[in-house]
């Protein structure tokens, strides 16, 4: 059955059942006998084809495609099944006409006619052509944005936009990156291939080049002679000169994030101005999401800078006594909060190291920034370790004389090893009392305690005195640890009881082997749930002399 | 592809020089052990894996059979990763030609990122792979235990690694190693994975859309000398997710975990009289074991996979047999759950699979599992 598409209406139409009304349709429309003799044709058929005639041969008036398409319905070699076809609706033909693109509708008459309807189809098919292209281009920015913004390392992105460049605009593209020292990074992708150099060079031999790594005078893509093409810009696999070439500015976040030069092969068409828009278009995002990645590398090198006196310190052996050290903090994705811990070494072994662990009131970098100031403080009142108390004071009148409000509570570890004992010195400040893990598995709590610092003009602590043997250890913690809600019910709070049953199974065991414990059975503890900062050190007692050439160092733990 | 001839006999007495140190914590002996093998000859990458290695799956087992304490598996863990970090200090750069990064020019080493996933705290497996890569002649970043997504994710950005390898021990972290493998792809970085959480075979590995799998170190070695392709981009079209996790069944199940427990720790106190009896210690133990199989059990609504969660019925059922505790407590805790998860269809075929599977463990009487 034959449909008119803009006549849905009627659906099925011959010239002989619908009079002559036909002859006044704005669409051409004819119908030619079984020889291809044109029988009747209306006016606009008449304006497409000024030769037709009534009597006239199709194929003298129309072009082949028609009437090529006339002779297979008219007298195709099988008539049955082409009568069939006829009846059950044909393909419309397609077919150019004087630069229009026509549509061919034909409707077989019963005795051997055919009237042929003709749709001009230029405009529908030129949009549609139109659609399709913008939908490709839309496709494929989406595409590149994502790619491009997937990486914030700048170096990674830089390879992105010259491989999507390569891949879809050109054969080869470079991007040049803002000068360094007077040295440009050059990226270079050829097909799938990508490589780096760094190259010394003057921009202003290249036409276009030093503006458009400016960023000014604003121009568009620009066309450079490729003979002008220094050597490093012409990759390998690129044979002789390219064909083409375009310098493109990559806008940035208000400075210019570099420049992108594409080749082409000679031999290929040059680019027309839907692919020069596209060009643009692509460049626009390139350069904002190299930017994006210029700026959080340089953010996070900052942040790198600035934090590294905050981060907990490695903790390892010190003068025959065992260190181990172990941080979480509240903010999964901060690496610094308001716990903190330092070993200080003695000058020799027969001098205390001083281990200190504390925890500054609330969390996040604010509390971060006021545990480096009492770190700091600390390192410089290490002359005075030998007496806790003055220690304290100090640092209670520097923190209530600073102009934060903030208070922290402490732990002050004088540790010395005498013969196979390690003797320890301990004073709390408002902090929980450390416990003592002793071979036999009994936990003791050292009897020390004090006020807290950073709040009263006052400060009072009293000292306990430990000796370790072999294998004992001496544990500081926060009450991060035993504060920490979560179990196997829900909600219930870790406490000091379960975390002196969990010191008690670690009987022997290394200083690392106990934080790692402890962290990991508070870390069991919380799950997934929101926490506090949480710190812990052991202090060990080693059982054997220990390995020297190991010197308990370990990588792991964020350390790059 | 290496002239030294390392025979059976003399890794044999390596391993077993090694094991009786570690036996009796002697850190001295344990790196005499390791660096005479090493200076006899041993290449370092077969020190690493065939004695140290070796020793630690041996320290696995000698724990599920009930032969060493938790602490002692600890104490011993602690020694081989110094011994680990003495091998890695006394060892000379590697000489081999260094694995080139993929589509580059070939004269830019592969930078590996090693990470155990968020709440994974057995390192050993991930510090020793890491150590082969160095070997091999990787730039490697390792970044040891429990690594919090963000923290990876950071990590990548700045030093722009071209692949990641991501090891998890515990099945019960594959939803968090789904996160961690999602995100890291969607910053255009590949991720394999390793570790006996991703199943025997790598299934789970396969299943959370991971680039690659290893079942040990010398294959992930090889499966990253290969080059791995980067994902493009994020990904957000319809394959990438887990379509069974449609019907909540994992959510739920993890949302109530702690309700779960109670419930069923309840039911327990009900059907066992002998729990009466029990301490608040013994109590909260096995609620921590009912938490267990509860977190299994999600594991396995997650993965759409009943044999995770039989197959640690089984294991945990013999871990109990070994210690001589009756497993008959397991069962009796699967059909209270089975009774609190009435709605929920996968729930009732898992619990029902883990029923039948335990029928095969003798368990000579019901009691508690802490009894």
């Not at chain 2, 039989?310 to 210690?323: C, I, P, S």
């Amino acid at each position: 059955m034959t449909v008119f598409e803009h006549e849905s209406g009627r659906s099925r139409v011959t010239p002989t059942v619908a009079g002559t009304s036909w002859l006044c349709s704005p669409h051409p429309a004819l119908v030619a006998d079984r020889q291809g003799g044109v029988v009747e044709f209306n006016d606009a058929a008449a304006d497409l084809f000024p030769e037709m005639g009534v009597g006239s041969w199709l194929d003298e008036v129309v072009p082949a495609w028609l009437a090529d398409a006339h002779r297979r319905l008219a007298r195709p070699p099988r008539t049955r099944s082409a009568e069939a076809s006829v009846r059950t609706g044909r393909p419309s033909l397609r077919g150019s006409h004087e630069g229009r693109l026509l549509r061919a509708h034909p409707t077989e008459s019963g005795h051997g006619d055919v009237a042929w309807w003709l749709v001009d189809d230029s405009d529908l098919t030129a949009a549609q052509e139109a659609l399709r292209a913008e939908q490709e281009r839309t496709a494929l920015l989406a595409e590149a944005s994502t790619q491009l913004l997937s990486s914030l390392n700048p170096d990674r992105c830089l390879e992105k936009a010259a491989l999507l460049a390569a891949a879809h605009l050109a054969d080869a593209a470079l991007v040049i990156s803002p000068p360094v020292r007077n040295r440009y990074g050059v990226v270079t992708a050829v097909g799938e291939r990508v490589t780096g150099l760094q190259v010394a060079m003057d921009p202003t031999a290249v036409p276009g080049l030093a503006e458009a790594l400016q960023g000014f005078p604003p121009v568009p893509a620009r066309w450079i002679d490729p003979a002008e093409l220094p050597e490093w810009a012409v990759p390998e696999g690129i044979e002789g000169p390219p064909g083409s070439v375009s310098i493109t500015s990559l806008p940035g976040h208000g400075v210019p994030a570099g420049v992108l030069i594409l080749l082409r092969r000679s031999g290929r068409s040059a680019f027309d101005a839907s692919e020069e828009l596209f060009a643009r278009l692509f460049a626009a995002r390139a350069g904002a999401a190299l930017s994006a990645a210029r700026m959080y590398a340089e953010q996070a090198r900052i942040t790198r800078a600035l934090i590294a006196e905050l981060l907990p310190p490695q903790l390892h052996h010190v003068h025959g006594v065992d260190f181990a050290g172990g941080y979480r903090t509240s903010q999964e994705t901060e690496r610094i909060g308001g716990d903190f811990y330092d070993v200080h070494a003695g000058a020799d072994a027969d001098q205390e190291s001083l281990a200190v662990l504390g925890d500054v009131c609330g969390k996040g970098l604010d509390a971060a920034v006021l545990t480096g100031r009492i770190r700091s403080t600390l390192h410089a009142l290490l002359p005075l370790a030998d007496d806790h108390q003055n220690v304290l004071k100090l640092l209670n009148g520097a923190l209530m004389t600073a102009r934060h409000t903030r208070f922290a509570t402490l732990v002050l570890a004088s540790v010395r090893r005498a013969g196979g004992r390690v003797r320890l010195r301990l004073t709390s400040a408002g902090h929980p009392g450390p416990l003592i893990l002793r071979t036999t598995g009994e936990v003791e709590e050292a009897d020390t305690s004090g006020t807290l610092v950073g709040a009263l003009a006052e400060v009072t602590s009293r000292s306990a005195t430990v000796h370790l043997a072999p294998g004992e250890t001496c544990l500081l913690y926060t009450d991060g640890i035993t504060e920490a809600r979560g179990g196997p019910l829900g909600s219930v709070m870790f406490g000091e009881e379960r975390l002196r049953a969990a010191l008690a199974e670690c009987v022997g065991l290394p200083a690392e082997a106990v934080v790692e414990r402890m962290q990991m059975i508070a870390g069991h503890w919380v799950g997934s749930g929101p926490h506090d900062d949480m710190a812990v050190v052991a202090i060990t007692a080693p059982h054997t002399t220990h390995l020297s050439a190991v010197n308990g160092h370990t990588r792991g733990r964020y350390t790059v | 592809m290496t002239t030294h001839t390392t025979t059976s006999s003399g890794l044999d007495a390596a391993r077993e020089r090694l094991w009786a140190a570690l036996g009796e914590r002697d850190e001295e002996a344990a790196a005499a052990a390791v660096l005479d093998a090493r200076d006899a000859g041993t290449p370092v990458e077969e020190v690493l894996l065939d004695v140290i290695g070796s020793v630690q799956a041996r320290l696995g087992r000698a724990w599920a059979a009930g032969r060493i304490s938790v602490a002692q598996e600890h104490a011993a863990t602690a020694i081989q990763d110094r011994l680990v970090a003495a091998l890695a200090r006394r060892t000379p750069p590697s000489p081999r030609t260094r694995p080139a990064r993929p589509g580059g020019d070939g004269t830019v080493p592969q930078r590996v990122t090693v990470a155990c996933v968020d709440g994974e705290w057995h390192a050993l497996p991930a510090r020793l792979l890491a150590e082969v890569l160095s070997g091999r002649g990787f730039l490697v970043d390792y970044l040891g235990a429990h690594v919090p997504t963000p923290h990876l994710i950071a990590h990548l950005h700045q030093t722009g690694a071209d692949v990641v390898a991501l090891s998890s021990t515990l099945p019960v972290r594959l939803p968090t190693a789904h996160a961690a493998v999602t995100a890291v792809q969607a910053i255009g970085i590949p991720v394999i994975v390793g570790g006996a959480a991703f199943g025997p075979d790598g299934r789970y590995a396969r299943l959370l859309g991971a680039d690659g799998w290893a079942p040990d170190a010398r294959a992930a070695a090889s499966l990253l000398a290969g080059g791995l392709r980067r994902p493009e981009g994020a990904r957000t079209g319809p394959g990438q997710g887990l379509p069974h996790l449609l019907d909540q069944e994992y959510t739920l199940v993890t949302r109530t975990r702690a309700q779960l427990t109670r419930d069923v720790l309840e039911g327990l106190e009900a059907k066992v009289p002998a729990m009466a009896a029990y301490t608040e210690e013994q109590r909260e133990r096995t609620a921590e074991d009912i938490a267990h199989i509860v977190d299994f059990l999600a594991a396995s609504l997650y993965t759409d996979d009943a044999e995770l969660f039989t197959g640690f019925l089984t294991w945990t059922a013999e871990v109990l047999r070994v210690r001589g505790v009756p497993s008959g407590a397991l069962s009796a805790a699967l059909d209270l759950l089975s009774d609190v998860q009435h709605d929920f269809p996968r729930a009732q075929t898992h619990l029902a699979a883990g029923r039948r599977a335990l029928a095969h463990v003798p368990a000579p009487q019901a009691s508690g599992l802490h009894a």
